[in-house]
């Protein structure tokens, strides 16, 4: 796979895990990605998920750990962030709402279940279309449409994910109880920093 696919697969893969619960079949899938023990160190190892059933692992750990770090004791969502009042702006007035519309971007926010389109997840599923997006422009060989989008995602790395998304995952690695959302974490945050430094071309 080439390297613009291999970025939206990450941006796949962690907009999943961070936008709802986990489930039986999804976390299957995750456990056999070619890459699940490098992404996956500490969960791959866990006692727990050896001795436990799937569905047993999801709702009686996962997910418990799922509702303390996105909707109990950690918020993740950019207004929260970089407001001062740090508020979620549900809104139209947030400012992640333009960039959306500028591009065709539509949250339904009741499919989604978050309260407010700057979560995380979300924000991590538009970097996962423009990726695709480039990926189209390569094979077709427009290279102008494909250093345009990549500097689309670069624009909204810096100015929306990179602003926030540090920090709540950061809090995520230090709070999460279970070593998947501790390696999910960790992955994701790593995986931010190293994209832009990639589209800033360093």
Known sequence: MDIT??????????????????????LSAIEGME????FFPDYSRWDIRNITDRKTLVERYLNV????????????????YTTEEAM??????????????EYGYRVDLDRARVV???H?????????????????????????AAVDIKEIERGFLKDHLLRFA???????AEQARTPFYKDAAKVALEFLLED???LSGR
């Open 5 to 26: 696919g291999q970025r939206a697969g990450l941006y796949a893969l962690i907009s999943r895990i961070f936008l709802s619960e986990m489930d039986p079949d999804t």
């Open 120 to 144: 995380i997840g979300v924000e991590l599923e538009f970097m996962k279309i423009l990726c695709e997006a480039q990926q189209k422009a390569e094979k077709a060989e427009d290279e102008k």
């Open 35 to 38: 890459s699940f023990n490098t």
């Open 65 to 80: 750990d799922y509702t303390d770090i996105a909707i109990m004791h950690l918020i993740p969502y950019e207004s929260f």
């Open 88 to 101: 979620i702006e549900t809104g139209g007035a947030n400012p992640v709402v333009s960039v959306y519309n």
């Open 116 to 118: 407010s389109p700057d």
């Open 166 to 172: 540090p920090m709540y995952l950061i809090n995520v």
């Open 196 to 198: 832009y430094e990639y």
